[in-house]
């Protein structure tokens, strides 16, 4: 078998190799912390972000700063998919207006309206009922998302709803 380096350099690695403790190894600063600070992810929610910020071992901020922390983080992650949603979807709105308008009545009007009866609705099925048919609207992207009640709760009627359906 050819050995690509010399055994002088084998020799020498081995060597210095053997002589390392591999508990100092191990506790060395320069292994225990890659990153001086906060290390926020495009994977991470918006809380998480701010709490990442706002809680690290290294460099904990204030509330202000980890705000604005998190604001700069993300903005700059977001701004140009905001750009480019907002371009598209004016440009796809502007076909309509111009050679569908009773298709764009009939969007505003229908996203108007079912927004309007769920915030008016007095009771927690009710507003489940109009959650559920405005998500089966969209092809069930809350349901379907693994986390049905959403991130906050806001969507807890439309499982109480299907609750008092059966559905479970």
Known sequence: MHHLTSSNVRNSFN???????????LSSPDLMSPMAG????????LYDIYLEFRTAPIGNLSVKSAIAETGLFSA???LPAYGTGALIGAGINSLIDTYDPALG???????A???????????EIKQGQYQASFDALFGYPI???GN???????????????GSQGCY
């Open 15 to 25: 060597a210095k190799i053997a002589t390392l403790d591999p508990v100092d190894a």
């Open 38 to 45: 906060p290390a926020p992810n495009i994977d991470m929610t």
């Open 76 to 78: 700059s992650r977001l």
């Open 105 to 111: 009545d009939a969007i505003g009007g229908t996203i």
């Open 113 to 123: 309206g079912m927004v309007d009866a769920t915030n008016q609705s007095w009771s």
């Open 143 to 145: 349901s379907g998302s």
């Open 148 to 162: 049905p009640s959403g991130d906050f709760g806001e969507f807890e009627p439309m499982e109480v709803y299907w």
